[in-house]
């Protein structure tokens, strides 16, 4: 049994979280949200205030650990941040060492996508695996990767950045190249996406629910392909039926070289599996080594959309892990 400290910082909000840990469980005992300071050292001596006043409030907890959830780029070693394009003014902000020496016990840093991987490790859809890989398949497409039973960041904490892969010598943007993995499998992406095929497809005369009464084309989003294409809009059905073709492309070269047991996909997945699921599938049959795609299962986030609030935990967790 364990008392974990959890700390997330967002480029609008912070959040810090205490968790239990219990039996391979973890159960969220008390949360509390602030907006970001602008200067990373107010910042730091908030998130330090409030999870004093909060373990103040709980004088039965110990704690065990700290971890701590931020983007890229970091410096998990140090426990640096890098001036990640959400916080810009965080460059060479050390993290870990007020944790440290304000509450005695260890600290860490890893960067989001890391945080989600080690929770779905730890307590969720990739609990008892060696070799799984988390997407993210949010906002942007990165990735987390437990390898051999541990937590692989790679030379410098940028591994698992296969958003930038290319798929397509033609695509949407993202992650600042054409036809990328992101550029296909991202909100913004398929939003992108979606827009061309709706200007293409109204231009020709046709019609569809996409658009909303007053909306403009350029003020689609992805959720409203994903809301019209649950209602049987063709041309949704269609964006989505060619977004799933591309996460097959993308998970297929992931199983090659990676060979995991599980990949494990957050946020769009879980929210549109119905529509992505078959031609993702697909797909990997005939893109991926038998022998590789046979052994390797693709599901949902166990943790749900409540994901995020274990995030931070798992880093902490994971600390007694590596012990």
């Known amino acids: 049994m364990k008392y974990l400290a959890g700390i997330d910082i967002g480029g609008t909000k912070c959040a810090v979280t205490i968790g239990w840990e219990k039996d391979g469980a973890i159960t969220i005992l008390d949360k509390q949200k602030f907006p970001t300071p602008k200067d990373p050292g107010e910042a730091m001596k908030e998130l330090v205030s409030t999870l004093r006043r909060m373990l103040e ?140 095929r709706i200007r293409e497809h109204l231009a020709s005369g046709g019609e569809t629910s996409i658009v909303r009464k007053g909306q403009s084309v350029e003020e689609v989003t992805a959720a409203d392909i994903g809301l019209a294409a649950q209602g049987g809009d063709e041309l949704a059905l269609s964006i989505m039926e060619h977004t799933g073709k591309m996460l097959g492309k993308g998970l297929a070269m992931l199983i090659d070289i990676l060979n995991p047991q599980k990949i494990v996909i957050g946020s769009i997945f879980l929210r549109q599996e119905a529509l992505l699921r078959g031609p993702m599938e697909e797909v990997i049959e005939k893109e991926a080594l038998s022998y590789t795609k046979d052994v390797c299962q693709v599901v949902p986030a166990g943790l749900g959309e409540s994901l995020g609030d274990y995030a931070a935990l798992s880093v902490a967790g994971n600390i007694a892990v590596e012990d």
């Open 57 to 196: 409030g709980r004088p039965e907890i110990t704690l065990s650990a700290v971890g701590i959830s931020c983007g890229s780029p970091l410096d998990s070693k140090t426990g640096l941040v890098l001036a990640p394009p959400n916080l810009p003014d965080w460059d060479r902000i050390d993290v870990v060492t007020p944790f440290q020496e304000a509450f005695g016990v260890p600290a860490a840093v890893q960067n989001d996508a890391n945080a989600c991987a080690l929770a779905e490790w730890l307590w969720g859809a990739g609990k008892g695996c060696d070799n799984m890989i988390f997407l993210t398949f949010g906002t942007g497409m990165g990735a987390g990767l437990i390898l051999d039973g541990r937590l692989y960041t790679g030379t410098n904490d940028m591994a698992g950045e296969v958003g930038h892969v290319r798929l397509s010598k033609e695509g949407p943007d993202g992650y600042g190249k054409k036809g990328s993995f992101e550029g296909f499998c991202s909100g913004g992406g398929i939003a992108r996406y979606g827009r061309g």
